[in-house]
């Protein structure tokens, strides 16, 4: 799956400069991905969670 700097402005709602992945491990077993994002405006702060799943899932849920 591809991760783009669209995807993840349209998730938030606002627009970015940069983001970076990197995946999140526990007992040496990939577990989710960490996603830095720097915003064009300076933001306080922003706590959100994205939840990303296979393109198979996606085409699952289209047929609900």
């Known amino acids: 799956m591809e ?10 709602g606002y627009e970015i400069n940069k983001f970076k992945l990197e995946p999140l491990y526990k007992d040496g077993e990939c577990i989710g991905l960490n996603v830095n994002v720097e915003p064009k ?13 296979k393109s198979s899932d996606f085409n699952t849920n289209e047929k609900e």
């Open 41 to 53: 405006r300076k933001l306080e702060f922003i706590n959100t969670t994205i939840t990303i799943g």
């Open 3 to 12: 991760i783009t700097k669209e995807m993840i402005e349209k998730e938030l």
